[in-house]
């Protein structure tokens, strides 16, 4: 099993280009809740494990993880509100975000018992490691299931609004390192945390529509191009490398750090050509919507 720890929320997603007031469409959405549904489509067993609402969105979130074949025995279920994000597209497709968090479900989450021995991989991200006390709970679960050898992926996904004292948060970040099997950033992440970071076994930075590329501590660097598509917007793709990612490397028993080290240059470059053409699909749709395995056979 690969269990995705973190948050979930409505992404409220513009209707229409130039009106001041438009129609906004509810959209199941979280990076983490993202990064679940897509693993769940592409055919992996998997668990979301997070703390979700008792309201009308928080019950719509856990039938869309059904939906998707995700297990919720790991969810913790709240009265708080479920949190909100309100998405602006620019016009190449990108997306920006406000967000609702006062007092939601997702960020009361509290650190859960050891996670299953079935337990392959452990993903986390976004801001749930940003949004006390939530975060902490959060920390704790990778800092306790890295030790006792889960690989574990990290996409910090940063949304600065969120994060009150960058310095204080880089710090937090650079602690997380060592317990993080594989770092994904974008770009974006990558200028505003400084740089790109070393220590875990393998980062990989994504570059929209460049492509993505990894990299190694033994000096391996594999890049692929984005795969070409048209974008009607982007929310949801970074997750869906997310998704992508921990499948692919599944598919190859190297869910580890030494399997990881080994992979090679060929392995890596299917693994992230797969991301890519995964990430296109969601691109190519309106919301959060990852693709399923049957759209990339």
Sequence with gaps: MIVVAGESLIDLVPQGVGDPLPMLLPRLGGGPYNTAVALGRLGATVGFCSRVSTDGFGEALLAGLRTAGVGTSLVQRG????????????????????????????????????????????????????????????????????????????????????????????????????????????????????????????????????????????????????????????????????????????ARDALSANALAGLGAEGWHAVLHFASRAAAVTCSRTGAEPPYAWELS
């Design 79 to 250: 009265p708080e509100p479920t949190t909100l994000a309100v998405a602006s597209i620019g016009a190449d497709g990108s997306a920006g975000y406000r967000f609702y968090v006062q007092g939601s479900a997702d960020r009361l989450f509290e650190l859960p018992p050891q996670l299953p021995d079935s337990v392959r991989a452990l993903a986390l991200g976004t801001c749930s490691l940003v949004l006390e006390p939530g975060a902490s709970a959060y920390e704790a679960l990778l800092r306790r299931e890295a030790g006792r050898g889960v690989f574990t992926l990290l996409d910090p996904n940063i949304r600065a609004g969120l994060i009150p004292d960058a310095d204080a948060y880089r710090a937090r970040f650079a602690g997380w390192l060592p317990y993080v099997s594989l770092l994904k950033l974008s770009e974006d992440d990558a200028r505003w945390l400084g740089g790109v970071p070393e220590g875990p076994a393998a980062v990989v930075l994504t570059r929209g529509a460049a492509g993505l590329s990894v990299r190694t501590p033994g000096g391996l660097e594999v890049s692929v191009p984005a795969t070409a598509v048209t974008v009607a917007d982007t929310i949801g793709a970074g997750d869906t490398v997310n998704a992508a990612l921990l499948h692919g490397l599944a």
